[in-house]
């Protein structure tokens, strides 16, 4: 399809969906408190149950997976204009950013993942070619899950704070450990206008931190919370890093895509399961969507889903990127990965930094 047929394309496209692009913010806070609530109550479950009971199993599975959904809305967050729902985000940081270590404005750079210069290329935060890289590279990506949460500790607990120490330091943190990124070939400094956010998102953290930490000298928590707190963190996180490998099909090899590229790159997961429900909430399972149409909320996806597939039928660009179900999309990543010589590996590009 040539330039001008993916423009009208992405035109006629819009026209089917153009009223379903306002927020509704009841919604949103109805989602958020209702999660977080759940969370929250799941995690005393976890906490105070007898070790090893039912309890505090289901407590912690239960924990973990609301913690997900209600983490998920940063994504929400990220798209929203710097006026809009200010009260939200902050709420969102209160309930969820610092205590589980991951205020929304460490995840700035995810706009750039939807940028036509940056998309698919080793500049991309979010994008590591893995289905055009052997399997290893896959194994590496998953063996990450467990330091995740170490990671996030180390840079509020201890990195923030000593950074400032010396402005060199410093700057190393902004440019190195300041974004939630999956490529972790990603560098940038973090932007200026924005420092002053995140030096207070810092400093709430680091209390936050600071406190747990009091508790464990002078009062009743003991390094085994620690441990369990690390596990819940962890299975929270992993929920996300294991869905991300059905986000797209990990194919480019760091050529700049065009929109109608990054939308056949992307991946819909449309099978209605439980499976779909709990690993693809507010509107993950509609990824290719949301790279069609980034300020499309999530409450108006399923809908805009049905629409788009009912004017452009089973034979069209969007419809080829919508897919029954998470395993058949891993699958074909595992193959493809199964496939690459490790001297053909486009993890070369972004070790490098540079476009194939």
């Known amino acids: 399809m040539d330039a001008n047929a993916e423009r009208q394309w992405i035109r006629e496209a819009h026209g089917q969906v153009e009223d379903l692009f306002v927020r509704k913010p009841a919604v949103y806070w109805l989602d958020l408190l209702l999660s977080a609530a759940a969370a929250w109550a799941a995690t005393a479950a976890f906490f105070l149950a007898p070790t090893g009971s039912a309890w505090q199993i289901l407590g912690f599975v239960l924990a973990g997976v609301f ?14 204009t710097r006026n809009e729902m200010t009260g939200f985000k902050r709420a969102w940081n209160l309930l969820i950013g610092i205590p589980l270590l991951m205020p929304w404005i460490l995840y700035r750079n995810h706009i750039e993942h ?13 994008y590591l070619p893995l289905a055009s890289a052997p399997l290893r590279e896959t194994i590496k990506y998953l063996f990450q899950i467990p330091v995740l949460s170490l990671m996030a500790l180390l840079r509020f607990g201890i990195a923030g704070p000593l950074s400032r120490l010396h402005p060199k330091a410093r700057e190393w943190l902004l440019t190195k450990g300041s974004a939630y990124v999956s490529n972790p070939y990603y560098e940038k400094p973090f932007p200026k206008k924005e420092r002053q956010q995140l030096n207070r998102v810092e400093w709430l953290t680091f209390a936050w931190i600071m406190f747990w930490v ?21 299975w929270t996180l992993g929920l996300n890093w294991v869905r991300n490998l059905a986000a797209h099909s990990y194919s480019n090899r760091g050529e700049a895509m065009s929109h109608l590229a990054q ?28 790279h069609l149409f980034p300020g499309l909320p999530y409450h108006s996806m399923g809908e805009a889903n049905r629409r788009l597939l009912a004017h452009f039928g089973s034979d069209s660009p969007y419809a080829r990127a919508c897919h029954d179900n998470y395993f058949s999309v891993v699958a074909q990543l595992f193959r493809s990965a199964g496939q690459v010589p490790a001297e053909q590996s486009a993890i070369r590009n972004w070790r490098s930094g540079s476009a194939a």
């Not at 939807?114 to 979010?126: I, L, N, Q």
């Not at 939308?263 to 449309?270: F, G, M, P, R």
């Open 67 to 80: 913690f997900y959904r209600a983490g998920t809305f940063m994504h929400e967050i990220i798209h929203m």
């Open 114 to 126: 939807h940028s036509r210069a940056h998309f698919g290329t080793p500049r991309d935060g979010e």
């Open 214 to 234: 009091g508790l464990t000298a002078f009062g009743p928590v003991e390094l085994v919370h620690w441990l369990m707190a690390w596990a819940l963190h962890a």
């Open 263 to 290: 939308l056949e790159d992307s991946v819909n997961i449309t099978g209605q399961t439980w499976l779909t429900v709990w690993l693809f909430p507010v509107g993950l399972r509609y990824h290719a969507l949301h």
